[in-house]
């Protein structure tokens, strides 16, 4: 018994890919620098011309007006008239995309690989998506255009960044201005509220997740760093990175490299019993989520 209670307490600590729990963790880590990384160096593939740039907002706006969702200045009104709605907004914008992102990724990685999977390949799907937009559309938001207050700017003063977006002062020619089509903060912010809505047991804790997802909408428009109609096709950029991660995770894979033990059944499974997908962990009867 007792050896057999060792050989099961060194199975649970080591995935069927090999790896201990805290170097997976490390490897999601590191691909989510990654992935922040080329989110910020995107600025470097991207046309910087403020020309096209201005075209492009405006065709937009164009198309706001056609099918009557043209709210950026009532908007980015009420966040200028009034000091603390902007400086509130301010911090919300340079702050929560990263820090709610992150901790629902940890939220996600401490239930376990079968939620955290789909949902982080679906949020690495629409930022790549995002990028490729960014890229190859680059789009002045309102902020760049006569008529429209840049509220970070206005209280630059208060907080850490500076005039060039949601940058820190001094490190703005990090930051890709021109990466208003479509908007991550709502697409992440999405991502967020899909993740609680799926994955939260708890009912205020989903609301809570939409009002974030809402808030951000808002966040975004008000402060004059996004368009309406970027804030609509970063949740559309989200909502095909999810249905792009469910079809991917529903397409069989072959484990040849999955160590066998003398008996010929897959390394920590018991003899007869079907083995995990590899980077899934083992379904746990106690894997109730935690909010």
Do not use: C
């Amino acid at each position: 018994m007792g050896q057999a209670g060792a050989v099961s307490t060194a199975s649970a600590s080591v995935r069927q890919d090999g790896f201990p729990r805290w170097v997976r963790a490390i490897l999601e880590l590191v691909l989510i620098l990654g992935l922040w990384v080329l989110y910020s160096l995107a600025r470097l593939l991207a046309d910087t011309s403020m020309g096209p740039a201005l075209k492009r907002a405006n065709d937009l706006l164009h198309i706001e007006r056609l099918i009557g969702i043209h709210w950026e200045a009532p908007i980015n009104r009420v966040f200028t008239d009034h000091r603390v709605i902007g400086l509130l907004g301010s911090y919300w914008y340079a702050t929560l995309h990263y820090v709610v992102t992150l901790g629902v990724l940890a939220w996600l990685w401490r239930l376990g690989a079968d939620r955290y999977g789909p949902a982080r390949r679906a949020l690495v799907i629409s930022t790549l998506l995002g990028l490729i937009m960014y890229i190859s559309m680059p789009t002045a938001p309102p902020r760049f255009i006569g008529g429209y207050v840049d509220v970070l700017s206005l209280h630059s003063a208060d907080g850490w960044w500076g005039a060039d977006a949601s940058a820190p002062r001094g490190l703005g020619g990090l930051t890709n201005e021109l990466a208003a089509f479509p908007s991550l903060h709502a697409g992440w912010a999405l991502w967020v509220a899909l993740a609680l809505q799926l994955y939260a047991t708890r009912k205020w804790v989903r609301v809570l997740g939409w009002a974030y997802a809402i808030g951000t909408a808002v966040v975004i428009i008000g402060t004059g760093n996004h368009w309406v109609i970027d804030a609509v096709m970063g949740w559309v950029v989200v909502l095909v990175g999810w249905v792009a991660a469910t079809a991917i995770g529903r397409i069989p894979l072959p484990v040849p490299w999955q160590r066998r033990t003398s008996s010929g059944s897959p390394s920590g499974s018991p003899s007869g019993s079907p083995s995990a997908t590899p980077g899934d962990a083992p379904a746990r009867e106690d894997a109730t989520v935690v909010d």
